[in-house]
């Protein structure tokens, strides 16, 4: 996969991976914090999104491992309403709220919740705006 994410990264465009625990998968995961930050200590140019607050489901690992690593290393929403509040917010903390994209993974977990999750979190509101868009928005080159 090297040829191709150095082809992601000279064409300047953000990719994105499923990472930890899948429910259709359940004994297979494809991506471990561990896993993702090899790739990225390969390609530290690279923009990477990765799902579900960086590992569905091995959120402590991610806590552990992954949050603060350096580049352009995001961590999406999707399908984290599971995920602890203290936990996610020690996530962002660590990992920087300027990192964090909103995502719903719906119809699999519900958009309100994940939501009402992010505002529920200890940080600036110019923060939770950022990351319900602001961080998309920059990423994409929409503003």
């Not at 359940?26 to 990477?48: C, Q």
């Not at 607050?53 to 929403?77: I, P, S």
Request: aromatic share 6%; hydrophobic share 40%.
């Amino acid at each position: 996969m090297d040829k191709i994410y150095d082809a992601i990264e000279k064409a300047d465009l953000p990719v994105i991976f499923h990472s930890g625990y899948d429910c259709v998968s359940p004994d297979l995961i494809h991506s471990t914090p561990e896993r993702a930050l090899n790739m990225i200590k390969k390609h530290p140019k690279l923009k990477v999104i990765l799902a579900h607050l960086g590992a569905n489901m091995m959120w402590e690992q991610v806590r552990d491992v992954l949050a603060g690593v350096d580049g352009e290393v995001y961590f999406d929403t999707a399908f984290t309403s599971m995920c602890p509040d203290d936990l996610m917010q020690a996530i962002v903390e660590k990992h920087g709220a300027d990192r964090i994209l909103f995502a719903s993974d719906c119809p699999w977990d519900s958009s309100y919740l994940i939501k009402e999750k992010i505002l529920r979190l200890d940080i600036s509101e110019d923060n939770k705006d950022k990351i319900l868009g602001g961080n998309a928005e920059r990423l994409l080159g929409l503003k």
